[in-house]
């Protein structure tokens, strides 16, 4: 069941200026290529040696959501499947149009849970085994009903 929405973020949190989401990669190089070539994410910085660490720091579309890939040296405690990067369109059109650079590579698309299957969307699995979806709706807005 969905929550009414409210019209702003709770007063505690308002004043959040960005959100960013990240996981850590085993295929590093792989997955920057995966997510910036073939999905077609900017990347909006890359950190070599920072803290310990290297990085890429993609947007969503700008800088107010973004989305870091961290280099790791064992492959994540995640299990394959188990992290989604959603990525909602307002129709098939132009989630078509976003798919193109993935129809045109070795790009397959993989299994996906029975609720994406019923909404027409797309999954395909990155170089470390994690779902990126790309559905044809916009979650809250044009959702369709099963």
């Given at each position: ?20 989401f ?13 997510y910036?070539?073939?999905v077609?994410l900017?990347?909006?910085e890359?950190f ?11 947007g ?13 040296d ?30 045109r590579?070795s ?15 797309v999954?395909?699995?990155d170089?470390?085994?994690q779902?990126v979806?790309?559905?044809?709706f916009v ?5 369709p009903?099963?």
């Amino acid at each position: 069941m969905r929550e009414p929405e409210s019209p702003a973020w709770p007063e505690h949190l308002s004043g959040i200026g960005a959100v960013r989401f990240g996981r850590r990669s085993h295929r590093f190089e792989e997955s920057v290529g995966f997510y910036r070539d073939l999905v077609g994410l900017r990347i909006q910085e890359t950190f070599w040696s920072s803290f310990g660490a290297d990085g890429v720091i993609f947007g969503l579309p700008g800088s107010s959501l973004t989305f870091e890939l961290v280099r790791a040296d064992e492959p994540p405690f995640a299990r394959e499947g188990q992290l989604q990067l959603v990525l909602y369109f307002p129709n098939q059109e132009l989630m078509d149009a976003a798919r193109a650079r993935l129809a045109r590579s070795s790009a397959q698309p993989a299994p996906s849970h029975p609720y994406w299957e019923a909404r027409a969307a797309v999954t395909y699995l990155d170089p470390d085994g994690q779902e990126v979806v790309f559905a044809p709706f916009v979650y809250g807005v044009n959702e369709p009903q099963p």
